[in-house]
């Protein structure tokens, strides 16, 4: 099983980010997925997640009304938009299948003017 995230870089607060994540070696279309971030000096926090069909949704508080999650079942691909970025959002954003059984290595999400 493989997650490979992309789409992480350095942008300045106010801007937006599209994060991407390919998984192989499941049955995509069975797992819901999960978007987890690990901001600096701190644990890794649950920030959205989205069903198996893609039309349900859940996201953290932090991150509501600013970040978008969806998925593409049939480029086995789950997306995170995210705008309005803000330097607490700086960290390493990680996808996660669901019963965050497997994850991906990670990619990088800096925020900075």
């Known amino acids: 099983v493989q997650l490979v995230e992309s789409g992480g870089g350095m942008v300045q607060p106010g801007g937006s980010l599209t994060l991407s994540c390919v998984v192989s070696g499941l049955t995509f279309s069975m797992y819901e997925m999960i978007w987890v971030r690990q901001c600096p000096g701190k644990g890794p926090e649950w920030i959205s997640d989205?069903?198996?069909?893609?039309?349900?949704?859940d996201y953290a508080a932090s991150v509501k009304g600013r970040f978008t999650i969806s998925r593409d079942n049939a480029k086995n691909t789950v997306y995170l938009q995210m705008n309005s970025l803000k330097a607490e959002d700086t960290g390493l954003y990680y996808c996660v299948s669901s019963a965050l059984k497997y994850w991906g290595r990670g990619t990088q999400v800096t925020v900075s003017s």
């Open positions: 989205i069903n198996q069909d893609g039309d349900s949704m």
